[in-house]
């Protein structure tokens, strides 16, 4: 039934999405992503990636340290605004390699409540999570004879 009133701990979250760096993604050679993570849902928590090869395998997982921060609540006790939380991800150039081979990206989140309260939570709470990246690039100047 919505709303659901609940405490929680470790709440998980998870979507998967296709990934492609595209056609050029060969010339990378240093750069980081950048995740915003737009949370509609009064929970912290993390957000952790999970980098699939085309066999869906795990090659590579993605932990930032930095807490996702919770959406405040109003005087109903209802979400009025999102809360942004800005990772940055630095990549060295053994990681670009596995972001080279990625075609999906699995975004797991884990919510927890603060405090013992029980909160509602509403069928309009979610999390919008944009993925995106700031690299260098190698680029040969060179005339081909």
């Given amino acids: 039934e919505i709303p659901l009133s609940l405490i929680a701990n470790k709440l998980t979250l998870s979507e998967v999405s296709d990934f492609s760096l595209g056609s050029k993604a060969d010339k990378i050679s240093d750069g980081k992503l950048i995740l915003l993570a737009d949370n509609g849902f009064p929970f912290d928590g993390n957000v952790q990636l999970y980098l699939?090869?085309?066999n869906n395998?795990?090659?590579d997982s993605i932990l930032p340290q930095q807490?996702?921060?919770p959406a405040s609540l109003d005087i109903k006790d209802k979400v009025a605004q999102k809360k942004l939380t800005t990772f940055t991800l630095n990549y060295n150039p053994q990681r670009i390699q596995n972001l080279l081979n990625t075609k999906a990206i699995i975004v797991k989140t884990n919510l927890?409540?603060?405090g013992s309260k029980y909160i509602k939570i509403y069928r309009h709470y979610a999390i919008d999570i944009d993925l995106k990246g700031d690299f260098e690039y190698t680029i040969d100047t060179?005339?081909?004879q």
């Fill in 67 to 69: 807490y996702l921060a």
């Fill in 112 to 114: 927890s409540t603060t």
């Fill in 142 to 144: 060179r005339k081909k």
């Fill in 52 to 54: 699939l090869n085309n």
């Fill in 57 to 59: 395998q795990i090659i």
